[in-house]
């Protein structure tokens, strides 16, 4: 465990009230830009609400990363993977506030979103091997980058479907990064620790502007760069911190969206639908759409991850039989949660999931 002294948890906690002040003041100013989400069939709200709120995220968390290069010497990666990180961030948010903006085509989206995945790859903040049941440590030779890619790519457009409802991808967020700071923390992971405490406080600051009822949206600049940030300090905490947090770790903290997605995925390709056409299909938005209270269905995800969270610490301490176990049961629960989901869908006479 890292040693923490009270003058090092004070100047901390001074760091992460900083940055969610800041958070908070960029998401000020953005509400007034008036770059409006106008709502159509498949929406949530009601009315026209301001949308790009998640720049605040971005720049508090881009802020806490140069801090963290320019004066840590302990939380901090070698120069090369510090850089790939921060140039990787600014890519993903350039991108993402640049299609709020100009509402870019799906395919210009995603070749934006690989672009940005690979930047970070040249410099070795890559996937090069994943821990296997009874196999240990296997190297993915050639297929290090492809993967690393999907990964990315992969968590960056979960975090983005997932932002449907007032303070529900935020919320995942805050409670997902606070307990992988924690878990760092308690680990050894200087880097990690505090890269996580900086993605936190951007979305605390962001959060008062989304709950109880929104006045301004994240927006792709925010979902898209949490969902990026999130992949890529699962392979720094695997690979390059000073203690090797399982890569597991984050998949395990974000269950809840990407099981989400990777099961409205499925049952849409079973069910003969166009993937790349917009729906309301996924698990929270049918739970929302048979009755129960939108903020009521983002507390659930953030007490599930929350639930997760407490989980974790146990899971990175196991063997990887032991793991795999674990996975299983967090996949069984989340299996009866959308069979839940279905049972009230039949209940409310939702004869489409999909909603379209």
């Known amino acids: 465990m890292l040693p923490l002294a009270p003058d090092a948890a004070l100047r901390h906690a001074g760091f992460f009230l900083a940055l969610s002040l800041l958070s908070a003041l960029c998401v000020r ?8 989400d106008v709502p159509n069939h498949r929406s949530a709200h009601a009315r026209p609400t301001a949308k790009g709120g998640g720049l605040g995220v971005v720049v508090a968390t881009l802020a806490g990363l140069l ?23 600014a890519a993903i948010a350039a991108v993402s506030l640049a299609d709020d903006i100009l509402s870019f085509r799906q395919h210009w989206k995603l070749l934006a979103q690989i672009a940005a995945a690979i930047a970070p790859l040249p410099s070795g903040l890559v996937i090069d091997a994943l821990s296997l049941p009874w196999m240990g440590p296997t190297p993915l030779g050639p297929l290090a ?3 690393s890619v999907l990964w990315v790519v992969f968590l960056t457009n979960a975090m983005n479907f ?14 997902a990064a606070l307990f992988l700071a924690a878990l760092a923390l308690a680990e050894g992971g200087a880097f990690v620790y505090l890269a996580a405490l900086g993605l936190a406080a951007g979305c605390a600051g962001f959060l008062p502007f989304n709950v109880p009822r929104a006045r301004i949206f994240l927006g792709d600049v925010g979902s ?10 699962a392979i720094a905490a695997a690979r390059f911190d000073q203690a090797r947090v399982s890569l597991y770790v984050v998949p395990l903290l974000l269950a809840v969206p990407i099981f989400d997605v990777g099961f409205t995925l499925i049952r849409r390709a079973l069910a003969g639908e166009r993937l790349a056409e917009a729906h309301r299909g996924h698990l929270y938005q049918v739970l929302a759409r048979t009755g129960v209270p939108p903020l009521a269905v983002s507390a659930l995800s953030v007490a599930m991850t929350a639930a997760l969270g407490l989980l974790a610490f146990r899971f990175v301490a196991l ?3 032991a793991k795999l176990a674990v996975v299983a049961g967090v996949l069984a ?17 939702l004869t489409s999931w999909s909603g379209v």
């Open 333 to 349: 629960a989340l299996s009866l949660y959308a069979t839940w989901v279905a049972w009230r869908a039949r209940r409310a006479g």
């Open 319 to 321: 063997s990887p039989p």
């Open 224 to 233: 898209q760069f949490i969902g990026y940030m999130f992949a890529i300090l």
């Open 29 to 36: 100013v953005v509400t007034a830009w008036r770059i409006l």
């Open 162 to 175: 997932i932002d449907g409802l007032d303070g529900m991808c935020a919320g995942i967020a805050l409670i």
């Open 67 to 89: 801090i963290q290069y320019r004066f840590a010497t302990l939380a901090r990666l070698e120069d090369p993977y510090f850089l790939a990180v921060i140039v990787g961030a």
């Open 145 to 147: 980058w492809p993967l």
